[in-house]
């Protein structure tokens, strides 16, 4: 079955492009020149807006050739001699784009910025993940900035990291202009209205067709392929049978349980030979873990013959030889480094982020020079990696979250099912997709049946957000202008609309059943002047309470004030021009008001159906704002704030880049690492790392009996980070206190010396490299911001900037650019 077509019609009357001046013409013509096919009219129409100077934001499947829009932004400010920033959400895709770059511009045109990697940071094009990007424009808001490409920009709805997209686009200069590529998204138009709002008009373009045909077949345990509209297999004997007694039906239900317990997918060894026959390879196989990756590649290599011609096998060893010999540090002979070295030789590779960047860079390369025909792959690889198949595999539509298992989301299937089908080479891509259960099939034609789902808004405002804030704006009405530029409140705020027409209705009919006249206005502009009297009674007796100080005394419980920079002169001049505003409703002079109040009050249906709604509109309205009082609170609470002023602690929390920053100030202000060694410091630092996917103790417990200083460190950790935990209950702040030692035993070995890293991993770490080394990036990362600081004391500095000295080398360091 072909996929379904787009659900996204074409936006309607979208304007074209202004006439191009004959110098734009030229330089687009030039443009074209360097490719050997022609633009697709989406293109061209993106890149004229961009040749026009306007913001463009092109939503496309994967593989229709949405880069080709930023390459021309790159092209066209090289040739103006401006520069164009690149941004993307992962290190990985970072560290490619700067490679790509690299070779097309040369590396004196080319930078990159990654929190622990800079190299030419002065370079026309600069390369950089969004959070350097977040801060750069929060510190110095740049003028210098032509473009600003934002690859990926689907992120907006990602749950971690969606909150520094929004801020980079509040916070951009109008003189930048914005490239943003996204996946296929539904709500694309919502997207471009709000950032037309809070940064400058931007033209939203929609390409729905992929540019190789996709099919979507099932794939039954058996290994037996299907087609979507199929008749469905019938159910076991075990499903339809009939309970007619209790002891029965407990007898056949275990039955059936245990019948489908051991049901599983098709295996690879099943499913590669049927796609080897229909010559759907190479493929990318997508497995939702790192352990059943490394169990297909192992059972793969067990029963099956090599992929690979034997003409080609050479090509395999030289470029594994030329790997080993351009990264010295890599152990051939490590469990998983030799099962995916075995792999490749047979044309098979392994994909997921415990693998060494470096053997993951490998594998790209051999599949992309198509000498590796299948990879066993997590679903990382699916996030803007270049690595286009002529198949793609999806082992099943489930997969396992923080809360259990949950459903694929469509767009998440899409991104993996947009891998297949090779433009330019392929006629058609097929994406089969695995089944494991008689629900499984209803799940997968259910799931392609859909719409693709729309992006919600993940803003939440951290502590480096809300201190940045206060100190750039220091007024609380400023700070909440801005707080509530956010693609939340904007969706808030659509949301709002339809909650007061709900309302407005619901009022209507309730009144006519109820029997209250309006003799004048109606009961909605009876309720809206009601609110805003509430409003105004709220405010004064807010000002009643604000001491000389600009302090709230005797607030209520869980009652939440601008806790810093109003006077009372500030705060009499609100309330006097609320109370204004007031006074000028009809509804304030009119002598049904009071009747008609009469009439609301003895109403209990209209009561209840009125304090719903209008709980809903306040939540939806107050929501972001009340976060950031909260997160204020808590700044001020650990005297990272004095009025509007941020404390050395306050201003060190604005700089970090971390799950927590306010954890890690404290860590910093404590006198932790005073008298501490840099291997030791670089030890107790790791214990706020972000969270690990697996925490283990057993290495740390060891490494700190034979250090007693570092263990009491350890232990004062600990509680400063349950004070930080419980202060952020008590204000109903819900940021991450992530604190382990899950790295504290590697990091202290390799920081004070140890140069065999596989007995480092063996001896403190016991899990994949590839973790490993991405926590020493991060660490080195941390290091360094702690270190730039001119907020912490000298020697403190100086012991970071060793510790990173240690840190940052050998198989570390080789990873940094990988």
Not at 124 to 134: A, D, G, K, N, S
Not at 273 to 285: G, H, K, S, T
Not at 767 to 791: K, N, T, V, W, Y
Request: net charge neutral; charged share 30%; hydrophobic share 40%.
């Amino acid at each position: 079955m072909k996929a379904a077509p787009p659900v996204n019609p074409p936006l309607a009357n979208a304007p074209a492009p202004p006439p191009s001046r004959p110098e734009d013409e030229a330089l687009l013509e030039a443009f074209r020149q360097r490719y050997p096919f022609a633009l697709d009219p989406f293109q061209e129409q993106a890149i004229r807006w961009v040749l026009s100077g306007e913001s463009v934001l092109v939503s496309a499947p994967t593989g229709a050739g949405k880069t080709l829009i930023a390459e021309f932004a790159i092209y066209q400010a090289l040739a103006a001699q401006r520069r164009v920033i690149y941004t993307t959400p992962l290190k990985a895709l970072s560290n490619q784009k700067y490679a790509d770059f690299v070779r097309q511009y040369g590396g004196d045109l080319v930078g990159i910025l990654t929190g622990d990697v800079k190299v030419n940071p002065g370079a026309p094009v600069l390369v950089m993940t969004t959070e350097i990007l977040r801060n750069l424009l929060f510190r110095e808001r740049p003028q210098d900035i032509a473009t600003a490409v934002l690859d990926e920009c689907h992120y907006l709805g990602d749950q971690g990291r969606g909150t520094v997209w929004e801020e980079i686009i509040i916070n951009a200069p109008q003189t930048i202009q914005l490239v943003g590529l996204s996946a296929t998204v539904s709500n694309l138009t919502e997207i471009a209205t709000w950032i037309g709002e809070v940064h400058r008009p931007i033209h939203p373009i929609l390409h729905s067709v992929r540019p190789v045909p996709l099919t979507f077949l099932l794939c039954h345990p058996d290994g037996e392929f299907a087609a979507l509209d199929a008749p469905r297999r019938p159910t076991p004997p075990a499903a339809r049978v009939r309970f007619h007694s209790r002891e029965a039906r407990g007898r056949d239900r275990d039955r059936f349980r245990q019948h489908w317990e051991r049901r599983r997918p098709a295996s690879p060894t099943q499913v590669i030979p049927r796609l080897r026959e229909r010559r759907w390879l190479p493929a990318i196989y997508f497995i939702f873990s790192r352990a059943g990756c490394e169990r297909a590649l192992s059972r793969y290599l067990d029963d099956e013959d090599s992929l690979l011609p034997a003409e080609r096998r050479a090509e395999v060893e030289e470029a594994i030889a030329n790997t080993l010999r351009d990264y010295p540090s890599i152990v051939a002979e490590t469990e998983v480094n030799a099962l995916l070295f075995a792999g490749l030789r047979r044309g098979a590779g392994m994909h997921h982020a415990g693998i060494l960047p470096a053997l993951k860079r490998l594998t790209e390369i051999l599949f992309e020079r198509g000498l590796v025909r299948v990879v066993f792959a997590t679903e990382t690889m699916s996030l803007g990696i270049h690595m286009p198949a002529k198949a793609v595999v999806i082992q099943g539509v489930r997969k396992r979250s923080d809360a259990g298992f949950r459903r694929l989301s469509l767009n998440e299937l899409t991104q993996m099912a947009g891998r297949a089908g090779r433009r330019g080479i392929d006629p058609d891509g097929t994406c089969l997709i695995g089944l494991d259960s008689p629900e499984a099939e209803d799940d997968a034609r259910e799931l392609l049946a859909g719409e693709p789902e729309p992006i919600q808004s993940q803003f939440r405002v951290g502590y480096s957000s809300a201190a940045l804030l206060v100190d750039l704006y220091r007024e609380p009405a400023a700070v909440r202008r801005v707080i509530e530029s956010s693609f939340g409140q904007f969706q808030n705020r659509l949301r709002m609309e339809r909650v007061e027409a709900e309302r407005a209705e619901l009022l209507t009919n309730l009144g006519k059943a109820e029997g209250i006249e309006s003799p004048c206005c109606t009961l909605v502009d009876l309720l809206h002047y009601r609110e805003q009297r509430t409003a105004v009674e709220a405010e004064r007796e807010r000002v009643r309470r604000l001491g000389p100080g600009g302090r709230a005394k005797g607030r209520r419980r869980g009652e939440v004030d601008s806790p810093w920079s109003e006077d009372l002169h500030t705060a009499r001049q609100r309330l006097e021009a609320m109370s204004l505003a007031l006074s000028q409703v009809p509804c304030h002079r009119c002598p049904n008001r009071g009747n008609q109040e009469r009439q609301l009050k003895r109403s209990d249906r209209v009561r209840q159906a009125l304090e719903d709604r209008g709980r809903t509109l306040r939540e939806l309205k107050d929501s972001y704002w009340e976060q950031c009082l909260r997160v204020v609170e808590v700044l001020r609470h650990f005297d990272c704030l004095e009025g509007a002023t941020l404390t050395p602690m306050g201003r060190l929390i604005s700089s970090l880049r971390h799950d927590n920053e306010l954890l890690v100030a404290r860590v910093a202000f404590s006198g932790l690492f005073t008298g501490l060694a840099p291997a030791e410091a670089a030890a107790l630092l790791a214990c706020v790392v972000e969270e690990p996917r697996e925490t283990e103790t057993m290495f740390a417990r060891q490494i700190l009996k034979k250090l007693p200083q570092l263990r009491r460190r350890v232990q004062a950790l600990e509680s400063l980070a349950a004070e930080v935990d419980r202060v952020q209950q008590s204000r109903r702040v819900y940021r991450p206190v992530s604190l382990h030692t899950t790295y504290l035993a590697a990091a202290y070995e390799w920081a004070a010396g140890e140069d065999d890293w596989v007995r480092l991993i063996r001896n403190c770490f016991g899990s994949h490299e590839g973790d490993l080394i991405r926590a020493f990036r991060r660490l080195i990362d941390l290091c360094r911001q702690l270190a730039e600081s001119p907020e912490l004391p000298d020697d403190l500095r100086t012991t970071l900037r060793e510790a990173v000295k240690m840190l940052d080398r050998g198989i570390v360091l080789e990873s940094a650019l990988i």
